[in-house]
């Protein structure tokens, strides 16, 4: 009953920028934290930005200055701008969200479908 859905990925040259949007619907509570992950052909899905708590953020080092994660808790939506893309970006982004359906119930994470990220001349 808790669906995320990822959307903005797509091909773009060396130097340019995305934004990537996630948002979160069904059975949700409360959302605990909300990432961003990727993973490239042949490679393991990595964590590339987080937000915890709607305000503590963590980044993996080779995005740090060039990404950027927020959140907008009233939408249950977490966006990813990323921006002076390298080819070695491109990937399929996944969001995460870690939430609860209620105040019993432990938190679960759930993870979108993905979206193409390629950054290509």
């Known amino acids: 009953q808790v669906q995320v859905v990822e959307s903005g990925g797509g091909l773009v040259k060396p130097g340019g920028s995305l934004r990537l949007s996630c948002a979160a619907s069904g059975r949700i509570f409360r959302i605990n934290a909300m990432g961003w992950y990727r993973q490239a052909p042949g490679k393991e899905r990595d964590l590339v930005a987080s937000?915890?708590?709607?305000?503590?953020?963590n980044y993996e080092d080779s995005v740090k200055g060039r990404f950027t994660i927020s959140r907008d808790n009233a939408k249950n939506t977490v966006y990813l701008q990323m921006n002076s893309l390298k080819p070695e970006d491109t990937a399929v982004y996944y969001c995460?969200?870690?939430?609860?359906?209620?105040?019993?119930?432990?938190?679960?994470?759930?993870w979108g479908q993905g979206t193409q990220v390629t950054v290509s001349s």
């Open positions: 937000i915890i708590g709607g305000t503590t953020t």
């Open positions: 995460n969200v870690v939430a609860s359906r209620n105040l019993i119930e432990p938190q679960l994470s759930y």
